[in-house]
């Protein structure tokens, strides 16, 4: 009898360890195989076969969501996530580009079946069923190139118009939150941009995709003012009486890795992405409304400052010339069409003339809240200090609060007669015609000073030989030379800045340097010396003064860009570093590895339950969760080790000249350590971990390949554990 129970309970250990090893079979294999078969339910096998093509609307300009090719068939990140889809389940989901808001009234009389990059507002929900998130974007608020209005906080939008496309009912959304705006609508993604462009409109919210587009469409025009702590969740969307194209959808979505998903985004919204659109000629790109604008309009007539150089002027031969008119030349010749010089002989008579619609455009105008009532403006052609001239015998002046009962000269509405008023409104202002009245009534003491721009101050100075002129203080003020456009051709003003986007930099150097260094005959008298001394004096004190601004635009320059390059490498919620850096630290460490032969292990980990965190609490408690997980996770890891936010709730720990062994204790000294933290009021959050050892001749894909499948295994054997995989796919706890 003992001999028969001995028999009984070695089978039965001889079954367990049967029944383990088949288990432990398939689940490997689940993982280690093919993981794109989607087990689909017989309503849902049914539902493809009697639906061959289920058709999801999409707006045409939501580049690079959706891209329209020239046969008419669709690509971008929408359109290869729903080729994956149609791979992983069997059904045939395509894309129908056209206007958003038509998009949704043909849904709704079910001339097609659903929408593709929408959100799940509620609006829709009563003849749509929503898909999870496909693709989750941060919101940002987005100004026009230099950020005019300096919009930096929510505060800053009060007052001010938000231009939101028709339908897009997100956005909508998000600006009825911000009570003190108004809403300007518009129909399409380009007349959006050119509300913000021609000023318009002052902001409008966007995401990762709007830079993409705008420069796409050849209207750089956009700056990020500041981030939103919105997201932007785009779903699909499919008619309501059709559930089982949701779950389709669902369960292919669940069944892509994260990996693949990032993959795609990258594709699509990398700045690599974006160095890869094609500008035409010269740069510049016009879409066909805007080559049918320019192509009715061959002749421009054009105001100019008739004696303002080196910027503008108008010479004996009713010519015009300065750097300015250089710049409109290259214009000229981008767009195609033909600026008609309309000659003055004042600043104050063009201004008229633009006033009573005579001329078109002017040029070298600096914008101003008074000129907003007859004139658009294009973005910046360039930027010139202002300075305060005075005779020799005056000591230089750091405070011009101390000269308010000094009278002080200014061109007749200039900018610099706006600009001062505004910043100095206790000084004494007196009105000249021109440059030239201003400093002859400086020379001959009719005045204190002068007050202009530097590099025509210094031009002028040099011309007409004054010797008793000095540079005695520089103003916190700049001129923005830009070009006004008629207040009823706002259409004109983004053609215009796509021409002057199109200029190079060193074709702006070129024109600068030519007239700067303008040269004059020579001659014997003593007061052409004292002329060149004077001069030598100016372009002295030009020199220290663009040295200084250099400077200190140089320091700015370079903590912008340490700023912004902590910013591309570091990941927002956690300050780790993000996937982009851990990919260069991955490549450095397996070059030297392999040069080295030193051994190389990553460990890739995965918080457990974390979705019922961010359903329970929200996302806010979750992000707050994501933060001190982080925090302790680093606690545990060593100083030679990196570790990231691979994405969503998986961080990837680089281990350099570690061995496969040595990585597996890291791993579970780290597990063990997050184990022992309490969150949430006492809530114990795990993680799972998968662990994998370089491979001789491996490639940096099969080894991320490796680790995934082993963090696979390791959550389905209940979570809470580490698992690896060698070479051979072996995998053990």
């Excluded at 001069?535 to 030009?542: D, P, W």
Aim: charged content about 20%; proline content about 3%; hydrophobic content about 40%.
């Amino acid at each position: 009898m003992n001999h028969i129970h001995f028999v009984i309970k070695k089978r039965g250990i001889l079954l367990v360890y049967l029944w383990s090893a088949c288990l432990f079979f398939l689940l490997s294999n689940s993982s280690l195989a093919n993981t794109e078969q989607i087990i689909l339910s017989a309503e849902e096998k049914s539902f493809i076969s009697q639906h061959p093509t289920i058709v999801l609307g999409t707006d045409k300009s939501w580049e690079p969501y959706v891209i329209v090719t020239p046969d008419g068939g669709t690509s971008g990140y929408d359109a290869e996530i729903l080729s994956r889809i149609n791979q992983l389940t069997g059904a045939n989901f395509t894309l129908s580009a056209g206007k958003w808001s038509e998009m949704q009234l043909k849904v709704k009389a079910h001339e097609i079946d659903g929408l593709s990059t929408g959100t799940a507002a509620a609006e829709r929900a009563s003849y749509l069923n929503f898909s999870t998130p496909y693709l989750t974007l941060q919101k940002s608020v987005f100004v026009s190139t230099g950020n005019p209005l300096a919009i930096k906080t929510p505060e800053d939008l009060q007052n001010k118009t938000l231009v939101i496309q028709k339908g897009n009912l997100s956005d909508i959304k998000l600006a009825e939150q911000y009570k003190n705006t108004h809403i300007l609508y518009v129909d399409t993604v380009e007349e959006l941009f050119s509300a913000i462009s021609t000023g318009a409109a002052d902001a409008t919210f966007g995401n990762g995709a709007t830079l993409y587009l705008a420069n796409k469409l050849g209207m750089p025009y956009l700056n990020v003012a500041f981030h939103l702590p919105q997201q932007l969740d785009l779903v699909f969307g499919v008619r309501k009486d059709w559930p089982a194209a949701i779950s389709i959808l669902n369960k292919a979505l669940a069944t892509l890795s994260p990996h693949e998903k990032v993959r795609i985004q990258t594709t699509w919204f990398s700045a690599q992405s974006l160095s890869q659109i094609k500008s035409k000629k010269n740069g510049l790109t016009l879409t066909s409304y805007e080559k049918n604008l320019v192509d009715k309009a061959p002749h421009i007539h054009m105001c100019v400052g008739p004696n303002w150089l080196p910027f503008t002027s108008i010479n004996t031969d009713q010519t015009y010339e300065g750097v300015t008119a250089d710049f409109m030349a290259i214009i000229s010749e981008r767009l195609s069409t033909n600026f008609t010089l309309v000659p003055t002989s004042q600043w104050s008579e063009s201004i008229t003339l633009m006033k009573e619609k005579s001329c078109d455009i002017i040029t070298a105008i600096t914008p101003t809240q008074a000129r907003t009532k007859f004139l658009n403006f294009t973005q910046p052609v360039l930027t010139s200090p202002i300075v305060l001239a005075t005779r020799q015998d005056q000591f230089f002046i750091t405070d011009l609060n101390s000269i308010t009962d000094k009278p002080i000269a200014i061109i007749k509405n200039s900018a610099a007669a706006s600009l001062v008023k505004q910043y100095y409104p206790q000084l004494n202002i007196v009105d000249v015609a021109s440059i030239k009245e201003g400093l002859m009534n400086l020379s001959e003491e009719k005045v204190f000073a002068y007050i202009d721009s530097l590099e025509v101050i210094a031009h002028n100075v040099s011309k007409e030989h004054y010797v008793n002129i000095k540079i005695s203080s520089t103003l916190p003020i700049e001129f923005d030379l830009a070009i006004g456009v008629r207040k009823d051709w706002p259409e004109w003003v983004p053609i215009l800045n796509k021409a002057i986007q199109s200029i190079s930099e060193e074709d702006k150097r070129k024109i600068q340097n030519h007239w700067i260094g303008i040269k004059y005959e020579k001659g014997f008298d003593y007061s052409l010396i004292w002329g060149t001394l004077v001069v030598i004096s100016v372009l002295i004190f030009l020199v220290i003064y663009r040295y200084r601004v250099i400077a200190g635009y140089n320091t700015k320059l370079e903590e912008l860009n340490q700023k912004l390059a902590k910013q591309a490498m570091t990941d927002q919620l956690t300050q780790l570093p993000n996937r982009y850096l851990l990919d260069q630290e991955i490549q450095r460490v397996i070059a030297s590895s392999k040069r080295y032969q030193e051994p190389f292990s990553m460990v890739l980990f995965d918080l457990d339950y974390f979705k019922d965190i961010n359903d329970k609490y929200g996302h806010q408690v979750g992000d707050e969760v994501l933060m001190h997980v982080s925090s302790e996770m680093g606690r545990a890891t060593r100083d030679a080790d990196l570790l990231g936010r691979w994405g969503g709730e998986e961080f990837l720990l680089v281990c350099p000249k570690t061995s496969l062994s040595g990585a597996l204790k890291l791993a579970n000294k780290i597990r063990v350590h997050l184990a022992q933290q309490r969150f949430l009021t006492g809530k114990k959050i795990t993680l799972s971990a998968g662990v994998a050892e370089f491979g001789k001749d491996e490639n940096y894909q099969s080894m991320l390949k490796r680790l995934d499948d082993s963090l696979y295994i390791a959550k389905q054997s209940g979570r809470n554990t580490v698992r690896y995989s060698e070479t051979s796919n072996e995998n053990e706890r």
